[in-house]
């Protein structure tokens, strides 16, 4: 036997074999493995698919941009379209300048509001949890009251109790002893309503402040109704210049699609284009202006349903505000001068 063992052990071809739990825990690693690989291969796939398309997107683009700055290389070198391009650009320059000039409007407004509605806000919560925390101190007094007194009565009867130590009171310590034993039930569930009240009192105190819900219904109204309003004096401004609608033509339409005559009225156009930016910046006495818009505008403005905070297109027409006594001639909400769209409040 020993022999058997020996050769056996020095038998170069002897096969070695893990045990069976091994061998099969060996066997779930690399399947597992295996599995993580080919998920980890897909997610490659599927994240080169995405850059691929992402590139000839951006392909796509470069080639866009590249034809349109070739395209206006070759209207800048033309002596009669150069000047045309030229005031398109000032043109697109002008809106954005309004623009600006209506978003800092808006932004000013709504940051106001947000200021006046949160200090309100805090101070309405701030009285609300002192009227809490003043009802939980009485209910907390009124239960220490009722404790004290019930734990007086106990102690009264408890040296009472200690004084009836003659044979012949055994009856009446029997009667006190079953009251003391009630008496006690009732310090104990008022000593819990102490505690009780104490826990809901530190609640109160301890409680996080609400988070502002957010400027209400009737101010982001009124704001977006003062943002037309100014989108609307900023149209008028303009047009005294004669190139309001020019401007929103420009953003609206490509350069080689727009032209201004010749050099000498693209001059004129540039000029007036100057002026108006000159205007537009300088304009004094804008809240008081836009307050009168806002009353003209509020007396005509009609909304869908009574969540909306941006008014119909229609109910601010020329012709409704003909109705109501005013001579404007701009729907800026319809026709979104300025992009006033995207600075309305919802």
């Known amino acids: 036997m020993r022999d058997s063992s020996l050769i056996d052990r020095l038998n170069p071809f002897r096969s070695e074999r893990a045990p069976a739990g091994a061998e099969d825990e060996r066997l779930m690693q690399l399947f597992q ?162 505690r009780d009240l104490q826990l809901e009192r530190n609640a109160i105190v301890g409680e996080p402040a609400a988070p502002f819900p957010g400027i209400s219904l009737p101010a982001r109204r009124t704001i977006n109704l003062a943002i037309i309003g100014y989108a609307e004096l900023l149209c008028e401004t303009v047009d005294g210049f004669g190139i309001a609608a020019r401007a929103k033509e420009a953003v609206a339409r490509r350069v080689q699609e727009m032209t201004f005559g010749s050099r000498a009225e693209c001059d004129g156009y540039m000029q007036r284009i100057q002026g108006a930016v000159a205007a537009v910046n300088g304009q004094a006495r804008i809240n008081v202006l836009v307050k009168a818009k806002l009353e003209r505008l509020r007396a005509v403005c009609e909304y869908r349903n009574p969540a909306d905070t941006v008014p119909t297109a229609d109910s601010l027409s020329p012709a409704r505000a003909a109705k109501a006594g005013s001579t404007t001639q701009w729907n800026v909400l319809a026709e979104d001068y300025w992009d006033l769209f995207t600075l309305l409040l919802r």
Not at 118 to 147: G, I, K, M, N, P
Request: proline share 1%.
């Open 33 to 194: 493995n295996r599995a993580g690989l080919k998920k980890a291969y897909a997610d490659l796939q599927d994240e080169f698919h995405l850059m691929r398309d992402r590139l000839k997107q951006q392909e796509g683009a470069t080639i866009r941009v590249q034809e349109q700055l070739d395209a206006l290389g070759e209207l800048l070198a033309d002596p009669g379209a150069g000047f045309s391009a030229l005031v398109f650009y000032q043109l697109r320059a002008l809106w954005k300048i309004c623009h600006q000039r209506l978003a800092t409007f808006a932004g000013d407004l709504s940051r106001q509001q947000e200021e006046r509605e949160t200090a309100r806000f805090r101070e309405q919560c701030a009285a609300e949890r002192s009227s809490r925390l003043s009802a939980a101190d009485e209910r907390l007094r009124d239960a220490r009251v009722r404790a004290d007194e019930l734990r007086v009565r106990l102690s009264s009867g408890e040296n009472e109790h200690a004084r009836l130590g003659a044979f012949w009171h055994y009856f009446r310590r029997r009667e006190l002893q079953k009251a003391l034993q009630s008496l006690r039930s009732e310090v104990a569930a008022a000593d819990g309503d102490v």
